[in-house]
């Protein structure tokens, strides 16, 4: 299971009843935060989410409203007792931008490790117990997507373990995809299953990479920071994209499931759209702060 909570749907600029844009996911009693603009404590605190989870932050670029709230939270994580690595993912420069910011928030009482991507790369990584995937969006500076999986292994065969004469205690360490004592996952399992895959994409105009690494995603997380019709000239003068082509994005990739975020302080009713939007996507969620959902392996 992955429970997966928008914390915050703003962009640029906190409203009164909308939080910058923030994502919060648990994976096994772990957790990950992409991006932390000003605000996220209170958003997680809102929300009713732990902060002692988070084992690792994703940011997706350097613009203020999804950076300004790390010095505040990496304080908040000390001062609850975490001693435990943290680690960064991001573009490159993180170490450097992440740095600056600490200049009040010197001292902690754990590590922080920096994973820093290339501008126009595509990187793999592990975290939470989630396979990860950054990969370039079009904005006015360097940007991440990022897509997350739960893998799921084969089915358990306990009369394959019988006939190897492996011992009880060793088949959870097998069926965890855990080599015990000389034998293999493979000795036991059958074939990999669907695990469950979400991607998050938001400041950035539509970019083929989204449909393509986001094809047959349980749950699309894009921005919709404008849906009249009017400001799409603003919208690719920036660097953001329309609702309606978040829709087509996750029409293109066959998503099961489509949240839109990140909404321009201009959109003060983004669910006004709503209605229109599914008519290009049916299962198209106008969010508002606090959405939750648990998604769970499918047979």
């Known amino acids: 299971m992955l429970e997966v909570t928008l914390l915050g749907t703003g962009g640029m600029m906190p409203l009164p009843d909308r939080a910058l844009t923030g994502l919060y996911v648990r994976c096994d009693g772990r957790a990950l935060l992409i991006d932390c603009g000003e605000g996220t404590q209170t958003a997680i605190r809102k929300a009713g989410v732990r902060f002692k989870a988070i084992d690792a932050i994703l940011i997706t670029h350097f613009h203020a409203d999804h950076i300004s709230g790390l010095p505040g939270l990496l304080l908040t994580l000390g001062n609850e007792g975490r001693t435990e690595k943290l680690t960064m993912y991001g573009p490159r420069g993180l170490e450097a931008t992440v740095n600056a910011l600490r200049v009040i928030v010197p001292e902690l009482p754990y590590e922080i490790a920096f ?10 990584f592990s975290c939470c117990g989630l396979e990860a995937v950054a990969f370039p969006v079009s904005h006015g ?5 990022y897509r997350l999986e739960r893998k799921r292994p084969g089915k358990f065969d306990p009369e394959a373990a019988k006939a190897r004469n492996i011992p009880l205690r060793l088949w959870s360490r097998l069926q965890n995809g855990e080599e015990a004592e000389g034998f293999r996952p493979e000795d036991v399992l059958g074939a990999p299953r669907k695990g469950i895959r979400i991607l998050y994409a938001t400041d950035t105009r539509p970019v083929p990479a989204i449909s393509e690494l986001g094809s047959g995603v349980d749950l699309m997380i894009l921005e919709g920071m404008f849906g009249d019709p009017d400001r799409q000239p603003r919208a690719e003068e920036t660097g953001h994209m329309m609702m309606q082509e978040a829709a087509q994005l996750a029409a293109e990739a066959g998503a099961a499931e489509l949240w839109l975020t990140h909404y321009s302080p201009a959109t003060p009713q983004p669910e006004l759209y709503a209605e229109e939007l599914k008519e290009i996507f049916p299962n198209v969620r106008v969010c508002a702060d606090g959405t939750r959902a648990e998604l769970r392996f499918r047979e």
């Open 141 to 145: 500076m360097t940007c991440f997507g």
């Open 115 to 124: 994973r820093e991507f290339d501008r126009g790369s595509t990187e793999s």
